[in-house]
């Protein structure tokens, strides 16, 4: 029995001695001629020792450019075979035994080919070459066979991850991403992980999935502004009544910063550039932004944005009166125009009263859209006063401050100039005030560069 065995071993180191001396002379392409034809025999195919050196023996012909391109085949065939004998060989004793130079060679050819087509813009070729190069860089680093003690190679995970996003396919690029933020890495540009992963959660309306990227993000990049991707899963995912009664809860909570009252404000105003909506509901929504508006500026009176939405809504509700103080005026034109001429007294009378009653009916609602919109124009003009006060002596002012500031002073200048034509023939003095006001302002007009 002790024999048989013995014969055996010779037997099996036989068949493959020919194969490990021209791996270790380093004559791949005489290797490759042994290990094909040793592992043609169906008894060498039942051999973990057979996969071993196939593997190893084509790792080495895809990592030589010349056998690269002699054997286009090797890097699959090379592929095929490191499955196979990990298949048959779980705990890799002959990688142990004999070396793990065909991983290297995988992965360090994989990385580079793939980095190859990454810059050619290739991203599909390259996320394939990555993803290799992850496969092998694993066995690596699990294995210890490196000096590093790092659990796995961030950099390949990285291209791998950034080679399937820039070839649209975010599903395989989140595998990658995961795996990096789970093990919460940091670095340069490395915030842009959980950030991706958040966006794509809020995609796919992934509530779990986005609370767990968020808590992560925040965990390992505490500075970096994640309130405004809180605002985004929620003005993707909740419908109006949704986010407005989230509105009402934080805000009765307590729990709404300056830039969730700002961000909620925006979400507000924006409700008019839905389809199908009426104009109350509009107006409503204007003044539940005005509110959370007021409220980011009741946070910090140095916020400019804030102070210039509430000016500029109240603004807009001055422009919708004065639509409708000039359709009035359009319609008196019309009812005197079309003024008919009677010559029957009796009937001249009648109808003089009738066509008085149709212009004081008018003249009577413009006197009461003339009262609202005194009231909307002085209020934004107190709102526009503060955002003009913060920014006009800051410096730098970032491109947003810079338009703000500029609108500002336009929409100021204007609302001196309704004034103006309120009380022209009425109040000299009034006049002469919001005159030099008007004309302080509109000297402003595009000045803050």
């Not at 810059?119 to 066979?145: G, H, P, T």
């Not at 991850?161 to 989140?174: M, W």
């Not at 509700?317 to 639509?323: A, C, G, H, I, S």
Request: hydrophobic share 35%; with cysteine.
């Amino acid at each position: 029995m002790l024999l048989s065995i013995a014969i055996i071993s010779v037997a099996t180191a036989q068949d493959f001695k020919k194969v490990e001396t021209n791996v270790y002379l380093k004559k791949f392409e005489e290797a490759k001629t042994e290990i094909d034809k040793s592992m043609a025999d169906p008894k060498n195919q039942a051999k973990a020792e057979g996969y071993y050196w196939k593997s190893r023996i084509y790792a080495a012909l895809f990592q030589n450019e010349a056998t690269r391109a002699k054997y286009p085949n090797a890097v699959e065939d090379a592929h095929a075979a490191f499955q196979k004998y990990a298949e048959m060989d779980p705990a890799l004793a002959k990688v142990k035994e004999k070396g793990a130079d065909g991983y290297f060679d995988m992965y360090a050819t994989s990385f580079g080919v793939g980095i190859n087509s990454f810059k050619e813009k290739k991203y599909d070729a390259a996320s394939k070459e990555f993803e290799k190069a992850v496969v092998y860089s694993d066995y690596i680093f699990k294995n210890k066979w490196a000096s590093s003690q790092q659990p796995f190679d961030t950099t390949s995970i990285l291209y791998c991850a950034y080679s399937f996003q820039n070839a649209q396919k975010p599903d395989d690029a989140v595998k990658y991403y995961t795996r990096l933020a789970e093990s919460k890495v940091t670095g340069e540009g490395f915030a842009d992980i959980y950030k991706y992963l958040v966006d794509y959660n809020t995609k796919k309306k992934n509530k779990e999935g986005f609370d767990k990227y968020m808590a992560l993000g925040k965990e390992v990049y505490p500075a970096e502004n994640w309130e405004d991707f809180e605002i985004e899963y929620i003005d993707q995912n909740y419908d109006l009544a949704g986010k407005t009664a989230l509105y009402d809860e934080m805000d009765a909570a307590g729990t709404l910063t300056e830039s969730k009252y700002l961000q909620f404000g925006d979400v507000f105003v924006s409700v008019r550039n839905e389809d199908g909506v009426d104009s109350a509901t509009i107006d409503k929504y204007n003044r539940k932004a005005i509110d959370a508006f007021k409220k980011a500026y009741g946070k910090n009176n140095n916020n400019a944005i804030a102070a210039f939405n509430v000016g500029v809504t109240y603004y807009n509700f001055f422009n919708l009166e004065d639509d409708k103080y000039a359709a009035n005026i359009k319609k008196l034109q019309e009812i005197n125009a079309s003024k008919p001429v009677i010559k029957d007294p009796k009937k001249k009378a009648a109808a003089e009263a009738e066509h008085k009653a149709k212009v004081d009916a008018i003249k009577n609602a413009n006197a009461a859209i003339e009262k609202v919109s005194m009231e909307n124009v002085d209020i934004a003009a107190e709102w526009l006063s503060k955002s003009f006060m913060i920014l006009k002596d800051k410096t730098p002012r970032t491109n947003t401050e810079k338009s703000v500031i500029n609108k500002s002073v336009d929409f100021i200048a204007n609302i001196y100039y309704y004034k103006m034509g309120r009380v022209r023939g009425k109040d000299a003095k009034l006049f002469d005030q919001y005159e030099a006001k008007y004309k302080e302002f509109d000297a402003l007009h595009s000045t803050f560069k």
